[in-house]
């Protein structure tokens, strides 16, 4: 195991250079061929390879005698990938689908400490046509994530059928057992395949139906939605977070951070929304399809 993982590790470092940091889409969202929003890969894979050549240099050409138990050191399990344990602290979410492919959705926080900002967290992700995930996956793969992205993952699933229902789930590479919920999602029908008229339920949801304010209340919409109906997909009109600070409800619940204005207070309180049951089990019930609104003056 620890041979294979070692050799997964090395050729995923080297061999095509940012392959698995460029298989996780957070790096370019939110729009794919937008660099002014998206980080260079190239960058931190590069970041990430001065750590791995820090830990792989030879110690035996060293002669400090100020440091003798440097002498012989066995760099070989250095931690090139996170190998300390994972949290789904979100549990997983889909989203975009298409007739062939999907956007797969989690996050992945490593335990304790976490690492060092140059060892990414590697995490693999399976997608089935079944709800207990037997036989051959229709789609997989690896990816890195990073504090870069606060630890997100959004992989797209292909060659997918159109107009069908699927399972998937992620997990820790270096340590499999460790795996996320598992999310149903669906494709759309395809436009190049005559409609067999079968009815997507569409669960809409918009400022009108719920307005997504965390500090006024529960999602209780969201979870409805999931529990109690059978719809398809998820689609959100706007507003699924707010800005402001508020003033707070009587249901017990703090919004945490300041009105937002940094990267920080956005995620910090995205975050904290998605903590909410109701959110969590629709995001879980089937891909959802957001729709930005801005504001014209
Ligand atoms: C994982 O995350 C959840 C949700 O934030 C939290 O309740 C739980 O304590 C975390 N588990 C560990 C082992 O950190």
Known sequence: MRAALLIFFVSALSV?????????LA??????????????????????????????????????????????GDF????????????????????????????????????????????PVCVSFKIFDNAKLSGKPLDSGEAFSSYDVDFTLKVEAQNLKPDTKYWYQFADCTNPATVSPIGATRTLSSPDIAPNFKLVLYALFSLIIVVSNSIIGWFNAYGVAAHNTSADVFVHLGDYIYESLG?????????????????????????QYRTDPGLIAAHEAGPWITVWYVNQP
């Open 76 to 119: 070989s399990n250095a931690p090139f990938i996170w190998s300390g344990g994972i949290n789904f602290t979100h549990s997983v979410a889909s989203g975009d689908p298409f007739d062939d492919s999907i956007l797969l959705w989690t996050r992945a926080v490593p335990l304790g400490s976490g690492p060092d900002q140059s060892v």
């Open 27 to 72: 790096y370019s969202s939110p729009f794919v061929g937008y660099s002014e929003f998206s980080h260079d890969t190239r960058e931190i894979q590069a970041r990430h390879i001065q750590h791995a050549k820090r830990q792989m240099i030879d110690s035996t050409g060293f002669d400090d005698e100020h440091y003798p138990t440097f002498y012989g």
């Open 247 to 271: 003033s707070g409800a009587k249901i017990g619940r703090k919004v945490l951070g300041r009105e937002l204005a940094t990267v920080f207070d956005y995620r910090q309180r995205l975050n």
């Open 16 to 24: 095509q250079a940012t392959k698995y940091l460029d298989r996780n």
